[in-house]
């Protein structure tokens, strides 16, 4: 099975920018979708961004404009593009396949202070 593994999250202001990257230990090539994901403490895990094998993009509301998902098949990674963030992204990001999920990874924290 598929093991995620994220990174690149950090402390930024608000603004700023962010790239992060999630990075499988199997191939990713016949994962039709890959997404992002994000939980703030207290709060329930929701659906960031996604992005098909074909390149087609979806984006939760709040982030359109702002992030940008994107995947390499051939290096097993997919990322997220983050940019003009914002305090209330502060959040552990995470990614998976969908709609079935494989096992979550650990997460990787993105601070955005004011």
């Known amino acids: 099975q598929v093991q995620l593994v994220e990174s690149g999250g950090g402390l930024v202001q608000a603004g700023g920018s962010l790239r992060l990257s999630c990075t499988a230990s199997?191939?990713?090539?016949?994962?039709?979708?890959m997404g992002w994901f994000r939980q703030a403490p207290g709060k329930q895990r929701e659906w960031v961004a996604s992005?098909?094998?074909?390149?087609?993009?979806n984006y939760v509301d709040s982030v359109k404009g702002r992030f940008t998902i994107s995947r390499d098949n051939a290096k097993n990674t997919v990322y997220l593009q983050m940019n003009s963030l914002k305090p209330e992204d502060t959040s552990v990001y995470y990614c998976?396949?969908?709609?079935?999920?494989?096992?979550w990874g650990q997460g990787t924290q993105v601070t955005v202070s004011s």
């Open positions: 992005i098909s094998n074909g390149g087609s993009t």
């Open positions: 998976n396949r969908l709609p079935i999920f494989s096992r």
């Open positions: 199997g191939s990713i090539f016949s994962i039709a979708v």
